[in-house]
């Protein structure tokens, strides 16, 4: 059971170049989201998704872009990367949390470690 | 705007000793997450609370919600050195807020 599963683990970038980080989950979970984790910063809610073909913005949307084309994906893109970018990225999903029966509980991915020289 | 707050922020203690770590949110939350983070690693769900005077146990760590004062606890008894790790307390309405995480260590 993968459950979250997050590619590429590892990626260096230089400044100004794109790329996409996917998440898949194998759940059925409805919500998806990414987030970032700066030391010090806690985890910062960049992007989510309540259902396929959804998305809105967190509390740290700017330089990032997001699709939710099919449920089990959710992919997180940088247009043009800048060093202030550099963070673990963390994805995660869960089951549709306005449903007062469900927890809600996030399942996490592993990360991904983006340096952007 | 939903914001959470954690204190204390870094909080070294004494293997045996008890210690509770307080979370505060600053608008309704329907629920209220506990996850735990060991150094490079992912986080690891504690404990979802979902009403007012919830409250839940798992092994040395207790959790409650007061959704009144907009408050949680994660209470730690008996610390052993097993538990340091960072804890996060997070919120939710329309969107899941992290608070900054207290960073445990336990000492002998």
């Known amino acids: 059971n993968a459950g979250v599963t997050q590619t590429p683990k590892f990626r260096v970038l230089k400044t100004g170049q794109s790329m996409t980080l996917l998440c898949a989950q194998d759940m059925n979970h409805e919500y998806m989201y990414w987030y970032r984790q700066d030391p010090g910063m806690g985890l910062r809610l960049i992007h989510y998704s309540v259902g396929e073909g959804t998305t809105a913005k967190g509390e740290v949307p700017d330089g990032y872009n997001v699709s939710r084309l099919k449920k089990q994906n959710f992919l997180l893109g940088l247009e043009s990367a800048a060093p202030s970018q550099t963070s673990v990225y963390f994805c995660?999903?869960?089951?549709?949390?306005?449903?007062?029966?469900?927890?809600?509980?996030?399942?996490f991915g592993e990360g991904s470690r983006l340096t952007v020289l | 705007e939903l914001k959470v707050e954690q204190n204390p922020l870094f909080l070294s203690m004494q293997e045996g000793k008890n210690y509770t770590i307080y979370c505060n949110y600053s608008t309704t939350s329907d629920r209220l997450y506990w996850y735990r983070q060991d150094p490079g690693k992912s986080l690891e769900s504690l404990f979802v609370?979902?009403?007012?005077?919830a409250v839940k146990q798992e092994g040395r760590l207790m959790a409650s919600l007061d959704t009144k004062a907009r408050l949680s606890t994660l209470h730690i008894t008996a610390a052993v050195h097993d538990l340091s790790a960072t804890y996060f307390c997070a919120a939710s309405y329309d969107k899941v807020i992290f608070g900054p995480g207290t960073s445990l260590s336990v000492i002998p």
């Open positions: 609370l979902l009403s007012n005077g």
């Open positions: 995660a999903s869960s089951s549709n949390r306005g449903l007062a029966e469900n927890t809600g509980e996030l399942f």
